[in-house]
């Protein structure tokens, strides 16, 4: 399995431009997660789906953030208007939940976003 | 609100020097979680612990859940420097679905 699949690996944008990060979750894994990574605020969720439905989005900033999950294997994150606060390390992960057994998170490689 | 501490922040060792970092959580965990980062990658999942007291080790890590469900430690024998990253805790609560990863502990080596 080529595991969790994040594209682009860097951006950097101009403030107020439109930023869309992209997730290839691990097949067969049916919660999906996005978390931002900076050293003020170390990892933080900011929107759960499980079966391609949002189920928490309580951790997006606010509506300039937005995700999307039209079907199992790919999911979207987008930045409108972007902002500098925005740059950070953006992690999309998968794991398969059943009978309400967790298991471990699968991580993508994250995408690092400089917003300027 | 509910939250994962984890200590201490940052370690220093000498290679072949143990290591330890703690994670405490305020209320009861369901189960919890150990993933490791190494600099300028991706959290990577290491182990799951589910009961009260568990222990599990992997080589020259070692796992522990403590009696009632609020911490949890790992421990590196003989670090080497292969072992350098950050090491995070995540915690989950009974009828939630979130973990709450703590603010990790970044451990660096010296040969």
Redesign the interface.
């Given at each position: 399995d080529a595991g969790v699949i994040q594209s682009p690996r860097h951006e950097v944008t101009e403030m107020g431009q439109e930023v869309t990060l992209r997730c290839k979750p691990i097949s067969g894994h049916n919660?999906l997660f996005w978390y931002r990574q900076t050293m003020m605020r170390?990892?933080e969720?900011l929107i759960?789906f499980?079966n391609n439905v949002p189920?928490?989005d309580s951790g997006m900033p606010e509506d300039r953030f937005s995700a999307k999950m039209p079907n199992a294997s790919f999911s979207t994150l987008k930045i409108q208007p972007s902002e500098p606060r925005d740059s950070a390390v953006y992690?999309c992960?998968s794991s398969h939940?059943f009978r309400g057994r967790?298991?471990?998170?699968?991580?993508?490689?994250?995408t690092r976003l400089t917003v300027v | 609100g509910q939250q994962v501490m984890q200590i201490p922040q940052y370690q220093h060792v000498q290679e072949g020097e143990d290591f330890t970092t703690y994670c405490n959580s305020s209320t009861t965990l369901s189960n919890i979680q150990w993933y490791k980062q190494r600099p300028g990658g991706h959290p990577v999942f290491l182990i799951q612990l589910v009961k009260s007291g568990e222990v599990k080790k992997q080589k020259r890590l070692t796992f522990q859940f403590g009696e009632a469900k609020k911490n949890s430690s790992l421990h590196i024998t003989a670090t080497q420097t292969t072992d350098v990253g950050t090491y995070f805790c995540a915690g989950t609560y009974s009828g939630t679905y979130k973990y709450i990863f703590g603010t990790g502990t970044r451990l660096k080596v010296l040969a």
């Amino acid at each position: 399995d080529a595991g969790v699949i994040q594209s682009p690996r860097h951006e950097v944008t101009e403030m107020g431009q439109e930023v869309t990060l992209r997730c290839k979750p691990i097949s067969g894994h049916n919660s999906l997660f996005w978390y931002r990574q900076t050293m003020m605020r170390g990892l933080e969720l900011l929107i759960y789906f499980n079966n391609n439905v949002p189920i928490d989005d309580s951790g997006m900033p606010e509506d300039r953030f937005s995700a999307k999950m039209p079907n199992a294997s790919f999911s979207t994150l987008k930045i409108q208007p972007s902002e500098p606060r925005d740059s950070a390390v953006y992690f999309c992960a998968s794991s398969h939940d059943f009978r309400g057994r967790r298991y471990g998170y699968t991580f993508g490689s994250g995408t690092r976003l400089t917003v300027v | 609100g509910q939250q994962v501490m984890q200590i201490p922040q940052y370690q220093h060792v000498q290679e072949g020097e143990d290591f330890t970092t703690y994670c405490n959580s305020s209320t009861t965990l369901s189960n919890i979680q150990w993933y490791k980062q190494r600099p300028g990658g991706h959290p990577v999942f290491l182990i799951q612990l589910v009961k009260s007291g568990e222990v599990k080790k992997q080589k020259r890590l070692t796992f522990q859940f403590g009696e009632a469900k609020k911490n949890s430690s790992l421990h590196i024998t003989a670090t080497q420097t292969t072992d350098v990253g950050t090491y995070f805790c995540a915690g989950t609560y009974s009828g939630t679905y979130k973990y709450i990863f703590g603010t990790g502990t970044r451990l660096k080596v010296l040969a």
